[in-house]
């Protein structure tokens, strides 16, 4: 017999004997194959020195028998509780996917933006007139802007991607008798040349004062504090 | 021998290597059969009773080259079950070795 026909057979007197979390005995019987054989050991020779399964079945039924009542009662009042606490983490966890969703696509329209400020395209007419000059330095700051914010929707993706994998693992481990390691809530640390961190102040800094001197140019060219008025962008 | 016999023998053999350290199933299985000729497979079920005994708990470490494997790790109440066995299996096989002694022509 071979590995495959070994753990199917294994599998199906498993079934056959009423176990539960076959997955878990059979990944016990595929670890030792792929261990044997990294030893040299042909397919036919391991499954040969290991029991037969209907055998091995029978000895998991056997053990199985002390708890089973006990443990099914168990896992009966704990999917309950399980299902509400869920339905709870779904709901926030749902707000965390919301938010980064919400900021890429910020950070998306802040690149449409530059895109149309950097080439004078005025689509629908919905910016207002500036002279090139002023897109320009307003181009530039909603670019920062935005690398900022793509920056800033990485990290949250990656932090809620961690938190949802924590949550599961948590969950698994509740219906498997704690067998995995806990997760930690902080994601392992990223290596990248750039200081993402850094590039996101730099650029978030960059983004304020760009608009701030922009701002400051188009008063000086228009004489006013108030230069919008001066371009009717209100009429 | 006897194949139930064997196995309760078995049991303490288990409790005795995880009394020091945490095992991969697989290593229990290639320990044992150094010891005795009982079949490799045999060992995984009876480390799931012990589980379901409580004398053994398991947990998954994560390696850095493939999957994560499952350790046996011996329980406080595993380790008190493997001193009162230790003691009574020593102390039988004394009593039958000195039984023997007395009745062996060789």
Not at chain 1, 23 to 42: N, S, W
Not at chain 1, 66 to 82: D, R
Not at chain 1, 130 to 145: A, D, N, R, V, W
Not at chain 2, 14 to 27: F, H
Request: hydrophobic share 45%; net charge positive.
């Amino acid at each position: 017999m071979d590995k495959k026909g070994y753990l199917s057979l294994l599998r199906s007197e498993l079934k056959k004997a009423g176990i539960t979390e076959i997955d878990d005995i059979l990944e016990e019987y595929r670890t030792h194959f792929e261990l044997k054989q990294k030893k040299g050991k042909t397919e036919e020779e391991i499954a040969r020195k290991l029991a037969s399964p209907e055998y091995i079945a029978n000895e998991y039924a056997q053990s199985l028998n002390i708890t089973s009542n006990n443990e099914k009662f168990s896992k009966i009042t704990m999917s309950i509780g399980l299902g509400f606490i869920d339905v709870i983490m779904f709901m926030v966890l749902i707000i965390f996917v919301g938010w980064v969703i919400v900021l890429g696509a910020f950070s998306l329209i802040l690149l449409v933006l530059s895109f149309l400020l950097f080439t004078n395209l005025n689509i629908a007419n919905l910016i207002p007139f500036i002279p090139y000059y002023g897109k320009l330095l307003i181009g530039i700051s909603s670019l920062s802007l935005c690398i900022a914010s793509f920056i800033g929707t990485t990290y949250c993706y990656i932090y809620v991607r961690q938190w949802i994998r924590v949550y599961l693992r948590w969950h698994k481990n509740i219906l498997n008798n704690r067998v995995y390691p806990k997760l930690s809530l902080i994601p392992e640390r990223l290596t990248s040349s750039i200081k993402p961190r850094l590039l996101m102040m730099i650029t978030f800094v960059t983004s304020g004062s760009f608009l701030i001197i922009s701002m400051i140019i188009m008063m000086i060219d228009t004489n006013s504090f108030e230069f919008w008025h001066e371009w009717n962008w209100f009429q | 021998m006897d194949i139930q016999y064997k196995k309760g023998v078995l049991k303490l053999c288990l409790l005795s290597l995880l009394n020091t350290d945490d095992w991969y199933g697989y290593d229990i299985s290639e320990a044992l059969s150094k010891i005795t000729n009982i079949s490799d497979g045999t060992v995984y079920p009876i480390l799931r009773k012990m589980k379901f005994e409580g004398l053994v708990n398991t947990y998954l470490s994560e390696d850095s080259n493939g999957p994560p494997r499952k350790y046996y790790t011996i329980t406080t109440l595993g380790k008190e079950e493997f001193q009162k066995q230790a003691k009574e299996w020593l102390e039988f096989c004394e009593a039958v070795k000195k039984l023997i002694k007395e009745n062996y022509d060789g």
